[in-house]
């Protein structure tokens, strides 16, 4: 079975720190994503990658970035975390092409910024 | 602007009963629609899907149909068990789309016993 793993289950943070979000993929996945999930809102991208060292800018990227410069693993880059950026965020990945079979994701994690 | 739409926010079923749980699309170009299941503080996972130039795909209790005319689909749950309680996401892709998945807002799911 694919699996994405994610570092952490729970965060919480304080305002204006800098956060670290890890993501590895063990199935050779060439696509790796970034998704925030807020009630009401669903499932919003934050950032994507199509290989390593390759980068693009999803709907909502402002305040965040990331890093992907092995193809197992992506992480996410909180700057400087702020309070409107408590979300629970899920990395995803998937084979290059488009498929039935659409992404695996990881089990999450919820972030709080106090 | 929404290009996949779950207009329902939540849904109450009876156990045994079926639940029927609906999406709308504005983009004719996609090529696969996906439904996702989420529990709390996990990850979605994959559900079912269907291809474009298909209009029904079974697999157990679950089934998908496709309404391209009318730009909808919908998933079937029969009969459905409160172990189904969770959010369920509508999902697009298509080429004009490259590798991404676009997702409806959620429908919130509660099987009664």
């Known amino acids: 079975d694919v699996k994405v793993t994610q570092s952490s289950r729970y965060l919480v943070k304080r305002t204006g720190e800098k956060v670290f979000l890890e993501c590895v993929q063990d199935m050779d996945h060439e696509n790796m994503f970034w998704y925030r999930q807020d009630p009401g809102l669903g499932l919003r991208l934050i950032y994507f990658s199509y290989d390593v060292k390759m980068k693009e800018k999803g709907d909502i990227p402002e305040g965040y970035s990331v890093s992907r410069e092995k193809k197992e693993r992506f992480s996410l880059i909180l700057e400087s975390a702020s309070t409107n950026q408590t979300s629970m965020y899920l990395c995803?990945?998937?084979?290059?092409?488009?498929?039935?079979?659409?992404?695996?994701f990881g089990s999450g994690t919820r972030l709080t910024v106090v | 602007d929404q290009q996949v739409k779950q207009n329902s926010p939540s849904l109450s079923v009876q156990e045994g009963r079926i639940s029927i749980l609906n999406c709308d699309y504005t983009?004719?170009?996609?090529?696969?629609f996906l439904w996702y299941k989420k529990y709390p503080a996990e990850g979605p996972t994959f559900l079912i899907s269907?291809?474009?130039?298909?209009d029904k795909n079974e697999d157990g209790r679950f089934t998908v149909f496709l309404n391209k005319s009318a730009k909808h689909l919908s998933l079937h749950i029969v009969p459905s068990q409160p172990g189904d309680s969770a959010v369920y996401f509508c999902?697009?892709?298509?080429?004009?789309?490259?590798?991404?998945?676009?997702f409806g807002a959620g429908t919130i799911l509660r099987v009664k016993s």
């Open positions: 995803a990945s998937s084979f290059r092409g488009i498929d039935e079979n659409g992404y695996t």
């Open positions: 269907i291809s474009s130039i298909k």
């Open positions: 999902a697009a892709s298509g080429m004009e789309y490259g590798n991404k998945l676009v």
């Open positions: 983009n004719s170009m996609f090529d696969y």
